[in-house]
């Protein structure tokens, strides 16, 4: 799979842009400013729906514009997918693949897979437990496309059943509970049961990835829940007592508090949790393996690869860590930036980036 164009409208620095990549390596270099991360991150929207940044859709319109249009073609095995997206100031964004709108949009996960690694995924392993759910979630989706629908089902019953929490408190009716209950255990369930599999699919690909960028040791996962999840079944059932149980405490507090999206997914250096006791340098190998090794899993398991993007990766490697991610270089397309075109020790071609345009 690679991505044969790219056209932005009014996408952060860039007035208009229209990019033909090459279908293996592309490194583009300029300095900080030149909008060298905002094409990254525009490809990346394309597959996930998201800036990988973190930033809200607002943060992606450029200055003065009342809009953001981000469009791509993508060549796959089966054919074509053309994905078009327009982020307005207000209101709300439109989505179409190949000229329709998805049915839902997490579908696109899974037809244009995307890893993307940047600096700030050091807070994957730093932060709080939210991004690493959205990382197995994420991964999920782009592995099975019932995940996606799955996740969506899910964030709407827990959503409902907290608006209804709000909204009653301690006055709120069992009866339409008892009703958000099912619905939230039934698609509960199946989120923690989509996890695990991509943990199982990871258990080996994240200590081999681990050592392929140049540490030594063990890296495991630790994954813990607050509902009593097993990877057996009956978590239906173990997920709907749990609410059950919680519901006087959710009353008081009008939130849901059990279910996965309170779950603790963590990370494991030799023994030691990768968030509280590793260096921030382990930590920044721990971040880089956990993307090299969703591709890794991503390569394996579907018939084409992902589109690759590393956005100042090499400014933070040593020799070694360096030939690790070098390793993954020998096929599909992949976007590097850089400040200094020498800090990339890649062949491909070479795209200078001003802020306007890419030449």
Not at 23 to 49: F, P, R
Request: charged share 30%.
């Amino acid at each position: 799979m690679y991505l044969s164009w790219l056209e932005l409208t009014a996408v952060r620095c860039y007035e208009d842009l229209h990019f033909e990549p090459d279908d293996g390596v592309n490194v583009l270099v300029g300095s900080n400013g030149a909008g060298k991360t905002s094409v990254l991150e525009s490809v990346a929207y394309l597959g996930l729906l998201k800036s990988f940044r973190g930033t809200p859709d607002e943060a992606i319109i450029r200055s003065g514009a009342d809009n953001a249009v981000i469009r791509g073609e993508f060549e796959i095995e089966s054919g074509t997918v053309r994905v078009e997206v327009e982020i307005p100031r207000s209101g709300r964004r439109r989505v179409l693949v190949n000229g329709k709108r998805p049915v839902r949009n997490r579908d696109i996960m899974a037809q244009v897979p995307i890893v993307a690694f940047q600096p700030d995924d050091l807070d994957l392993v730093k932060r709080g437990p939210g991004l690493r759910r959205a990382y197995l979630d994420d991964l999920a989706a782009q592995l099975w496309p019932q995940a996606g629908a799955v996740q969506q089902d899910y964030d709407r019953a827990v959503r409902q059943r907290n608006t209804l929490l709000k909204q009653g408190g301690r006055g709120a009716d069992p009866v339409t509970l008892d009703v958000w209950d099912e619905r939230v255990a039934a698609a509960g369930a199946s989120v923690f049961q989509h996890r695990m599999d991509v943990l199982a699919a990871l258990d080996a690909a994240i200590g081999e990835a681990y050592r392929l960028v140049g540490e030594r040791g063990t890296l495991t996962w630790s994954y813990t829940t607050n509902w009593g999840g097993e990877a057996t079944e009956g978590n239906v059932e173990r997920l709907q007592s749990a609410l059950f149980e919680r519901r006087q405490r959710d009353m008081d507090q009008r939130v849901t508090s059990a279910g996965p999206h309170r779950d603790d997914p963590s990370l494991v250096v030799d023994g030691r949790p990768a968030r509280t006791m590793a260096s921030q340098g382990e930590q920044r190998t721990v971040a880089l393996a956990m993307r090299v090794a969703a591709y890794r899993v991503l390569s394996a398991r579907r018939s084409l690869k992902p589109i690759l993007l590393l956005d100042d990766v090499f400014s933070e490697l040593d020799g070694t860590h360096t030939r690790g991610v070098m390793s993954l270089l020998d096929d599909g397309q992949v976007f590097v930036t850089s400040a200094r075109e020498d800090e990339v020790p890649a062949i491909g071609r070479r795209w200078i980036a001003d802020g306007r345009n890419l030449r």
